[in-house]
């Protein structure tokens, strides 16, 4: 499996050079990647249609409560990476314009943010600052080694073979990160062997 997440990356990271970066350009950059990885001959699943990761699973917790919040239906994750139609799933990428609501401290003031909580802990104890599209890769990846929500919550580690147990592919493909945006996401990351692609570094 590691070869096939080092091929998208480097399917991916290729692709996107050519690819013109706008103020919000999140979902054309979405169909933009499903095109790349398709014509590379792998099955993708945008939206997660065939539900891998599941109905009513819990995946993030509200920063400002430090609550998990429950799931009244399904989190779709954007893009679903399988090698064939009925062929396991290697991959799971999310896609995002940039990551301007991330918070080292604090909580940003503007209503429906995407900076989250992680349910799982780090090493020390303390709950991963995250963004919800990388919650629920991360949930889904736990999950579907057959863990459950109080498993998730009972975890703390820095290791990706406790928050990742398949090893699968998690990757985040964002036109525009900051350098904050790098430094606050680095350890909830590293936890999970995820790669951050950013088409374009600010400082």
Partial sequence: MAF???NLERIIRS???SFSVERK???KLQGYVRELLASAGYEVDLEDKRGFLQWAEPVWRDKRTREIVPTPGRRRIDIVVRESLNGPVVALIEIESDLNDLRA???SKKPGTYDVLSISRDQAGQWFNSYKSIERMAAAAFYCAGGTLQDLESLSSNSPEDHNPTGLGILVVTGISRAIDRKILAPRLGS?????ISLVERN
């Avoid at 999970?192 to 951050?196: D, K, S, T, Y």
Wanted: proline letters at 0%; glycine letters at 24%; zero cysteines.
């Fill in 105 to 107: 401290f604090g909580v």
């Fill in 192 to 196: 999970l062997g995820a790669r951050l």
């Fill in 25 to 27: 350009s999140g979902n």
């Fill in 15 to 17: 692709g996107v050079k």
């Fill in 4 to 6: 096939e997440i080092e």
